[in-house]
């Protein structure tokens, strides 16, 4: 090679690199594998994709079998000196997933505030059509916020969403829990009565992955979603409670209800809202049960509200286990639970003489829908309106429905097992009858109707609905439970009422956290729990 | 006089520079010493040489003072040109012309020798040592100008060849340690497949990758680009728990020539937006100029063990305190009931807590189903690890030719770990080569491969050694937890409620089942990892005409990344639920590349006998490119230990990345020297980055620096040989990492009811479409003087810098919509002083050198942006202990929750027994920086022995360390001792009709009443809730350490083989030596942890232990010779 070459070639090389450099330049600013056009129905579709909803391993393992199956006793849990401690780092992962998201959560404050952005610079003829998906998205918002104040209280969430906002960030107050409630009650109304009027479009079908487009249940949802608000709140408002849930109940066309249409013998995956799996998932919750373990049954649930009554749920909802005995199971004779009190030591001796949760409806059961709102408790919320504001017979006839439905939904659970695993035929009609006016039956003073309409709710919610299970706990008090408090660490004998806030919280938002940290307790209590 | 004009051959510039001069010089290696040559004017004449005839031969043999034979020694005919060297075996022989002739030797380092021969004579010629010379260097200062230095405006250290390898150290960043004023360095525990933190004058930035930039060559090397923000290492107890390396460790210090720390803004200047944190110069060993054919053999053994670990009780087995002993079915002592077991009771093996029975060996029935003795087992901890062991071999050959010359080697690392089946194998090749092209043109090429096999690499073990879910008893034999983590027929371990998977089912509930899976994961599974990695670069030198010179290099550092993951099957599938199975397997293939490129023309010339300037311009560029991609199995493996993907139980998971980057840079330089003792450089540049918005991705930045020789320039006493003094001022702009400040949405496609769908995702880290470059101002001062014929040097620097529009990674409260944004957050400054002094104590046949340095060093937030109040850089235990920053404040502080105290600060005690913790207020608890880094080597030498020590050392700062609390909270360090029976402390009560002797009684007042507290607890009370996880823990006292040492870093014993031993083994310079690395502290303030056992390379992350894997100690030996 002579010089020259040499030279020229060094030369080219240089030139080459002035000459295409200014247009990389901001050629490569992009990250090449994420989009920057901001698109509506995208933004919609990644809400309604929550993994806090469908109940996956992150979420049941680490939030809802260490904290509110926990406190409710919706699930077994091994008695430790931390049992009642909340898992501060899995809390603030479902703290933040609602803000912001991530794989297990789809942060539907911060997607709805990009929605809001997007939809802002629309022209008015663009607004029009994407209208449905603002309307539909607040739904879903304000029915995962209202979890997020049944848990922690006051939350950040009128001001929240900055980033999304403004690019900015501009730390976010935390609103009262009661104006929240309010804001929820009417934004839901408000959504409720768009719904009845508008008819769904194409695009919106197609990205609605929860109801396919269907306005009716949309509308529905947004009334059962008000409906279960208004009742949390009438402990502690009840003059707005009963008027509004009053209002909806005496006008049943106006206000349609996700309610099975009050058939015993209904269909849930018509009917209930449910997010149903992605066609390409294929786990199932047997890790997440079985690693604490929480999969053994729970004591008060099995032992004293189901198996008394010989609960036709009992087959779906759990088995009855036995022990290999020479390479050979012997199943156990009965259904049985172990006592809540029992120690870590007993139960790692005699875990096999007691029953588990049923592996075709739960452990093994890839097709598990996430559940948003079901027929049973809507009809249960409407026994418990009528039972104090209206007809003992209209509140009878409400219980029974939703006990027949919660049979229902529950065998519905065990049939979506796809895998083989052994499914069990729904009891006749006669039989649920007989269970639910012979053995579970609305007898006695208001209070013990009450009583029952709560417990069999509590039953039907499960540890799948454990936020609800927890909250209904709190407000009502029933079922009337013990939790065993000796040898837990101090200050953590009983469960909490409530979650204390996460600490990225805490410390990034400090000046905002001052003015609720007095609040900021375990033993301070959510606004409607007053009783 | 101005020479920052050369590169590559100093030889040729020396001479022209040089040409007219009564200066004389030797080169040896990469180091030019200048020396008068008082007559060479008056005998210049004799040019005219005598006719070849007429000369006659001296023959000669040349030693040093040990008799060992000198190699290349020049041998110059006193008034003639005429010279020579001496051979490999230091013989010459040269001609002279007249009978008699005057020869005079001279040979870096050492004094001159001028002798008197007659003509076919054969002389033997001792030379000595002398100290002073050896100062007298030329560093490669920015962009690959070499300056004198004398000329540089700002500290630089630097290190030599023999200082990075004396020790056997496998890289040369942690040979480091305590060698260069100002530098901190961190390796990661693990050993060398670890990588290696270097801190440069403090905090520059106070997010995102803190390493400096190494510059290998003349080339931006890749150091660990392809983890963009992340880094290497995380620091997390939830992201990737294997020990990563960097690519600096790819650099092998057998190779290195020398090495040299730029440290402030004015000399990292140049190099622009990579530099803020400094730059690391290295330089490969090329062929030595003056000699032959020559062949360097250098290999090293040593065995590491694991050391420094926590001291531990030896006394308690598994149990809780009495109550939830109770609660947990055991008895008050903590036995659990057992008929099975020989004394009627088995061990309570689910307790993390150690507060249960005392060990006495008693016989009992243990979880495996066997019969054991309940007894201590003092070393299991220690026994989870095993002795590593590290084998270095390096080949090197060179030659020189008037055309040519280069220098290959080879290199062969095999390394086994203190973790448990982790390996690494590495070979690397080196070529470094100059063809001479013109007598004004040449060109250097250097290439350098890579090969790196890595085999599970070392985990850190916060999941396993830090959670309760691998807390071990002290009962617990290491040997058994080892037999047991796999069944016999090659599957995981079975827990005791699945006894229907294998007759070999663990028996009893235990704890420690993190550990068993981490013995699972490093002894059963496989992860492989490889490494191939191209660095090339060739460089073109060309004197174009009388005073302008042109400098090209173009430069490439590629690496293909393949791993292997497998995972097997954790029991037989006929076990398996309906949708998954165990195992998996995984492959990723990444692909990283860095080009580079660079030109420099630069004019030089006088503007009178005094006055000496030169002007440069150029261009500098870089482009990145990272491409990754994975697939994985998912839901496990269908049929059994059958590693393909083709082998998936569910859908596979695929995915694909690819980042990319351009930076470049037009830049200018302005030298001027007056007199030779008064410099001024001046430096501009103008950058240009992709990973900035486009609005703002370009910035100016200039530098300034000076220094003044007064030596030179005036008459000192002659005590004082050489001062100097320096002043730079610089600025350093830096951009953000890639895609950092993208506001962007990720697509998938879900498959849903409705057929595919896309949902958009906003990410969780939110980008910021007005970020800027930050700046970096820096300005020192330094003074640098030798005394005693140089026997005793001192280097002073202080600088002062601040850091303005600083960019970070701010963690957001999740409410704003994300849980972080890219912002410019404010301002933080920092000011330090660094002393490096060195002498030379003793200078007879017993010869001491040492070199002693110090550094200090405070960074403050000094603003912040609007809208922002307080920096959380780290937030545990519930907001319990954090690591928060004011402006104005320092930062590293760390503040904790107190515990709550009366008016009149009485604490107040609850009514269990315990202290309440105040969560209204933080009080500080120390500051994790230290307050002075530094180190302190030593040579003695005498005869053909010699002892090189370093001892390093930090003082001042603390550490933070919560699984120490949680394992101080369990019972199992010695200091949990104290309270547990009489003799320490414990107070005696009664409870029911048992007596016992391990009340602890706090002194405070009771919360409720007021009154002196009189509630007398149980010590496994105590701890488990003063020490556990929590707010409610005393966290101050349970996770904030002081943390400072002196530490014995590396010994070197050698021996030199006398030469008649050597030429009968047809070797030269033979020398063994017994070497030790981290040999052991003299004198530590943290009892249970290792000073050095935090990751990841965030600036607040070394003062935070996660829970890491153990320190070790490294015994072994070293050979080297040359043929």
């Known amino acids: ?531 | 006089m101005d020479v920052s004009s050369a590169n590559g051959n100093i030889s040729q510039v020396l001479d022209k520079v040089l040409k007219g001069h009564s200066v004389g010089y030797r080169v040896e290696d990469r180091q030019v010493v200048l020396y008068s040559t008082n007559k060479a004017k008056e005998e210049k004449s004799v040019k005219s040489a005598s006719p070849q005839q007429a000369k006659k031969i001296v023959k000669g043999h040349v030693v040093d003072t040990n008799g060992e034979s000198l190699v290349g020694v020049s041998v110059l005919v006193k008034g003639t040109n005429n010279g020579t060297l001496t051979d490999v075996d230091g013989n010459f022989s040269i001609a002279v012309s007249t009978a008699s002739a005057t020869l005079q030797f001279s040979y870096i380092g050492y004094n001159n020798e001028i002798i008197k021969v007659n003509a076919g004579e054969t002389v033997k010629v001792v030379m000595k040592e002398n100290v002073k010379e050896i100062q007298e260097v030329i560093v490669t200062a920015p962009v690959g100008v070499q300056r004198q230095a004398k000329a540089l405006g700002y500290a630089v250290s630097t290190v030599t060849a023999k200082q990075l390898t004396e020790a056997g150290n496998t890289n040369f960043a942690s040979a480091l340690y305590g060698k260069a004023a100002g530098v901190k360095i961190t390796t990661a525990p693990g050993g060398a497949s670890s990588a290696v933190n270097v801190q440069i004058r403090g905090i520059n930035s106070l997010n995102y990758n803190q390493q400096p930039l190494y510059v290998v060559d003349g080339i931006m090397i890749r150091n660990d680009g392809q983890n963009g923000a992340t880094g290497a290492n995380n620091n997390n107890y939830w992201d990737d728990q294997r020990i990563r390396g960097n690519g600096a460790l790819d650099i092998n210090p057998e190779d290195i020539e020398s090495l040299t720390v730029l440290k402030g803004a004015s000399a990292t200047a140049l190099y622009g937006s990579d530099a803020a944190s400094g730059v690391v110069v290295i330089t490969t060993k090329k062929a030595s100029k003056d000699k032959g054919l020559g062949v360097d053999l250098n290999y090293n053994l040593t065995s590491e063990q694991v050391a420094f670990l926590p001291k531990f009780q030896n006394v308690y087995g598994p149990g809780y305190d009495q109550a939830d002993n109770i609660a947990s079915g055991a008895t008050a002592e903590g036995w659990i009931a057992d008929s099975s077991s020989p004394s009627g009771y088995r061990p309570f093996f689910r307790s993390y807590g150690n507060f249960g029975p005392k060990m006495e060996g008693q016989q009992v029935k243990w979880w495996d189903g066997s019969t054991r003795s309940y007894s201590p087992q003092p070393d299991n901890y220690k026994n989870i690890y095993q002795t590593g062991l590290s084998s270095n071999f390096n080949l090197a050959l060179s030659n020189q030719t008037d055309k040519l010359n280069y220098r290959l080697s080879y290199t062969r690392l095999d390394y086994k770990g203190t973790q448990r089946g982790s390996e690494q194998a590495r070979n690397t090749f080196n070529l470094n080569s100059t063809l001479k092209l013109t007598n004004s043109m040449s060109l250097d090429i250097i290439a350098s491969y890579v090969n790196t096999n890595t085999h599970n690499r070392p985990y850190q073990l916060g999941q396993v050694l830090g959670s309760y879910g691998g807390f071990f008893s002290r009962a617990e034999d290491m040997s058994l937890m080892l037999d047991k983590f796999q069944t016999s027929d090659g599957y995981k371990y079975v827990t005791y409620n699945h006894p229907e998977r294998s007759s070999e089912a663990l028996i009893y509930n235990i704890r420690a089942t993190n550990l068993l899976d981490f013995f699972w994961q490093q002894l059963r599974n496989k992860y492989y990892e490889t490494e191939n990695r191209l660095i090339s670069s060739a460089t073109l030198n060309w004197d174009i005409i009388n005073h302008l010179k042109f400098r090209g290099r173009i430069g490439s550092d590629y690496t293909g990344a393949d791993t292997e993951n497998k995972q097997y099957n954790e029991y037989p599938v006929s076990f398996n639920s309906t949708d998954n199975s165990t195992g998996g397997y995984a492959v990723t293939k990444g692909a990283y590349s860095i080009l580079y490129g660079d030109a420099l023309l630069t004019y030089a010339n006088k503007l009178s006998s005094k006055f000496n300037y030169s002007a440069s311009l150029g261009y500098q560029g870089r482009s990145e490119n990272y491409k990754d991609q994975s697939s994985s199995t998912t839901q496990g493996l269908i049929t059994e230990n059958w590693f393909t993907l083709n082998n998936s139980y569910g859908i596979l998971s695929t995915s694909s990345k690819r980042q990319q980057l351009l930076k470049y840079a037009y830049l200018g330089i302005l030298n001027l020297s007056y007199h030779d003792y008064l410099f001024l450089e001046g430096t501009a540049r103008q950058e240009y980055s992709s990973t900035l918005p486009p609005k703002n991705n370009h910035f100016f930045y200039p530098s300034v620096n000076g220094s003044f020789v007064i030596s030179d320039a005036m008459k000192l006493p002659q005590e004082i040989s050489y001062a100097k003094l320096r002043a730079s001022y610089g600025i350093v702009g830096n951009s953000a990492p890639m895609y950092e400040s993208n506001i962007a949405y990720s697509q998938n496609s879900l498959q849903t009811i409705n057929g595919s769908v896309p949902s958009l995702v906003v990410g969780s880290s939110y980008g910021n479409d007005n970020l800027k470059a930050e700046t970096k101002y820096e300005r020192e001062v330094g003074l640098e003087t030798r005394f005693l014929e140089d026997r005793v040097g001192l280097d002073i620097s202080f600088y002062s810098n601040t850091v303005k529009n600083q960019i970070l990674g701010l963690a957001t409260a999740a409410s704003v919509g994300a849980t972080s944004q890219i912002v410019n957050v404010g301002e933080i400054g920092s000011k330090g002083l660094e002393i490096a002094f060195n002498a030379t104590p003793i200078n007879g046949p017993i010869r001491w050198m040492t070199r002693f340095n110090i550094s200090f060093n405070k960074s403050k937030l000094n603003s912040l942006a609007q809208g922002f109040s307080q920096l959380t850089f780290y937030d545990s235990e519930q907001s319990a202990l954090k690591i928060v920053a004011k402006p104005g404040e320092e930062l590293g502080n760390i503040y904790v929750y107190p515990r709550a105290t009366t008016a009149d600060g009485k604490f107040i005690i609850n009514d269990d027994g315990l202290y309440v913790i105040d969560k209204t207020k933080y009080v500080k608890a120390g500051n994790i920086m230290p307050k002075a880094v530094g180190g302190f080597s030593n040579t003695v030498m005498y005869k053909n022995l010699s002892l090189d020590f370093t001892i390093d050392y930090r003082i001042g700062g603390k550490m933070v360390s919560n699984p120490t609390k949680y394992m101080m909270g369990a019972g199992m360090f010695e200091n949990t001792m104290q309270y547990r029976d009489a003799e320490h402390g414990g107070l005696t009560y009664t409870s029911g009709s048992t007596t016992y002797h391990d009340g602890v009684l706090l002194e405070g007042v009771n919360q409720t009443t007021g009154q002196a507290n009189t509630k007398i607890i149980d010590a496994g009370t105590y701890y488990m809730n003063t020490f556990g996880w929590g707010y409610d823990a005393w966290n101050e006292k349970g996770s904030v350490y002081n943390n400072s040492y002196i530490k014995l870093r590396e010994v070197a014993l050698s021996y030199r083989i006398p030469a008649p031993i050597c030429k009968k083994l047809c070797m030269n310079n033979v020398k063994v030596s017994l070497i030790g690395r981290n040999l052991f502290y003299l004198w530590r303030t943290l009892e249970n942890i290792d000073p050095e056992a935090p990751l990841g390379n965030k600036w607040w992350s070394q003062g935070i232990d996660v829970g890491s894997t153990a320190s070790s100690r490294s015994l072994g030996f070293s050979l080297s010779a040359n043929f």
């Open chain 1, 1 to 531: 090679m002579n010089k020259k070459s040499i030279i020229e070639g060094l030369l080219l090389v240089i030139v080459l690199l002035f000459s295409s450099c200014t247009d990389q330049l901001e050629e490569k600013y992009y990250n090449p594998e994420k989009s920057t056009q901001a698109n509506i129905p995208g933004f919609f579709t990644a809400i309604l994709n929550n993994d806090r909803v469908r109940p996956s391993y992150w979420n049941v393992r680490t939030f809802l079998l260490m904290q509110p199956a926990v406190y409710s006793q919706t699930a077994y849990f091994t008695n430790n000196s931390s049992s009642y401690q909340q898992a501060d780092g899995y809390t603030e992962q479902y703290w933040n997933n609602f803000y912001s998201p991530n794989s297990n959560g789809s942060g539907v404050l911060g997607m709805y505030r990009a929605m809001e952005v997007a939809y802002k610079s629309l022209s008015d003829a663009d607004k029009a059509t994407q209208e449905i998906f603002m309307q539909a998205a607040r739904v879903v918002l304000f029915d995962e916020a209202s979890k997020m104040v049944d848990l922690w209280g006051d939350i950040p969430f009128s001001e929240a969403g900055s980033l999304e906002n403004t690019s900015a960030i501009s730390n976010a107050k935390f609103d009262d829990q009661k104006e929240l409630y309010t804001t929820f009650i009417a934004g839901l109304k408000e959504a409720a009565t768009y719904f009845s009027t508008t008819s769904t479009n194409a695009t919106f079908s197609k990205y609605d992955i929860l109801l396919s487009g269907n306005v009716n249940k949309w509308q529905r949802y947004a009334n059962s979603m008000r409906l279960r608000l208004l009742m949390r709140i009438s402990n502690y408002d009840e003059n707005t409670a009963k008027t509004a849930v009053l209002e909806m109940l005496n006008n049943s066309s106006t206000y349609p209800l996700v309610d099975g249409s009050n058939n015993g013998n209904y269909q849930p995956a018509s009917t209930d809202i449910l997010l149903q799996p992605l066609k390409t998932y294929t786990d199932n919750l047997n890790s997440a049960l079985t690693e604490l373990p929480s999969h053994y049954a729970p004591d008060y649930m099995l032992n004293k509200v189901m198996k008394p009554a010989n609960d036709p749920r009992m087959d779906v909802i759990f088995d009855k286990y036995g022990a290999t005995v020479n390479n050979a199971f012997v199943p156990n004779k009965e259904y049985s639970a172990m006592p809540i009190d029992a120690t870590s030591a007993f139960a790692e001796n005699n875990y096999m003489k007691y029953a588990i949760v049923d592996s075709t409806t739960l452990l093994q059961n890839k097709s598990l829908p996430g559940i948003v709102i079901t027929a049973p408790e809507v009809n249960f919320l409407k026994a418990e309106a009528f039972e104090r504001w209206g007809s003992t017979a209209d509140a009878k006839t409400a219980y029974e429905t939703a006990v027949k439905q919660s049979v229902s939904f529950y065998y519905y659970l065990n049939a979506l097992n796809t895998s083989g695993l052994k499914v069990v035929t729904k009891p006749s009609d006669n039989e649920i009858n007989d269970f639910v006016t012979s053995r579970v039956t609305y007898t006695g003073t208001p209070t013990e109707k009450l009583a029952k309409i709560w417990v069999q709710k509590w039953v039907h919610f499960g540890w799948l609905q454990s936020v609800q299970a927890w909250s209904e706990y709190r407000r009502t008090k029933y079922p009337q439970l013990t939790f065993p408090s000796t040898g837990k660490l101090s200050g953590y004998e009983t469960p909490p009422t409530r979650l204390i806030y996460p600490s990225g919280e805490k410390s990034n938002n400090a000046d905002n956290y001052a003015t609720v940290q007095s609040k900021d307790t375990r033993t301070t209590k959510i606004f409607w729990d007053v009783k």
